[in-house]
């Protein structure tokens, strides 16, 4: 077992910090949301006072972030970790960001003699609270080694994609890719409920033939179809839009850098800017349905 620093515990990163110290470990959290410390609190983690406190003399730090300006800011800042974390620590960068600052930090605490592995997940709430998440994880076999160790805790199935960034590369091209059988899906069923088609029946065709996929099957757009999807409660509880438009901007970023043909991806980030705009940015991004739907 390893004494673990976990910072970040918010709708993803907190069922992750509880899952760690179920697992037996040594957890010491931090969050800018008291409510979030005391529920971790509540399940036997440790409590820190700031981020220096949660990561010093740590095995493990773990960092679950919104974005890579705040992740930069907590490692390398004027008061980053760098100057603080153990020769011997391995740092778990989780969030979602850009490749090149992935890629930044990482180098960084590289040459500071600190491991670092950048390892974004898929699998959403219900997947963090499960422990069923995927990793998807960039940095060095060694590095990786290690990591897989305590991801194993949170997930069950950990990716080496390659080295540092990768990870973020291939986690951007998998949610592009969701985002765009999302849109399809939603299209797709709202055309045959027009044509006077029940959502269920067609579901269950589609799913008998090529047009499968997993949005269709686990994650389905349409109200009622299946039980227990946000969908089926209001577009509520799962990977909110403003997450997806996140997202695909990063995707959008990479595309351009490398010169990328993303027309579909492009689409996909049009209409779910268009859904922020229209005050949706806080419902799940299977919410796209409504944009079809004439009762939307």
């Given amino acids: 077992m390893a004494n673990i620093g976990f910072i970040g515990l918010g709708n993803m990163g907190g069922p992750m910090a509880a899952n760690l110290v179920k697992a037996g470990h040594v957890v010491t959290v931090f969050d800018l949301s008291q409510q979030a410390m005391q529920t971790l609190a509540d399940v036997g983690a440790k409590v820190a006072s700031d981020v220096i406190e949660c990561a010093v003399n740590q095995d493990i730090t773990i960092s ?115 985002s765009i059988l999302m849109a399809g899906t939603s299209e797709a069923l709202q055309m045959g409920i027009d044509n006077g088609l029940d959502p269920k029946v067609l579901s269950e065709i589609m799913l008998q033939s090529s047009g499968r996929n997993w949005t269709l099957e686990l994650y389905n757009p349409c109200p009622d179809v299946l039980p227990n999807v946000p969908s089926s409660r209001g577009y509520t509880g799962g990977f909110m839009v403003d997450l997806m438009a996140k997202d695909l901007g990063l995707a959008i970023e990479a595309a351009n850098q490398s010169n990328s043909a993303t027309p579909m991806g492009a689409l996909a980030k049009n209409l779910y800017n268009l859904m922020q705009n229209q005050g949706m940015g806080g419902e799940d991004f299977s919410a796209i349905f409504k944009l079809f739907s004439k009762q939307g």
């Fill in 64 to 178: 679950m972030l919104p974005a890579g300006k705040h992740v930069k800011g907590l490692y390398l800042g004027e008061k980053g970790l760098i100057n603080h974390l153990s020769k011997t620590s391995l740092v778990i960068d989780c969030s979602t960001i850009d490749a090149a600052s992935a890629k930044e930090v990482g180098s960084q605490l590289q040459k500071a003699g600190i491991q670092f592995v950048d390892a974004p997940v898929s699998g959403g709430v219900a997947g963090a609270t499960n422990g069923t998440l995927t990793f998807i994880v960039g940095g060095s076999d060694e590095s990786f080694s290690r990591a897989k160790t305590v991801l194993c805790d949170m997930g069950k199935n950990i990716f080496h994609a390659g080295e540092l960034g990768a990870g973020q590369v291939a986690k951007i091209c998998n949610n592009m890719l969701l």
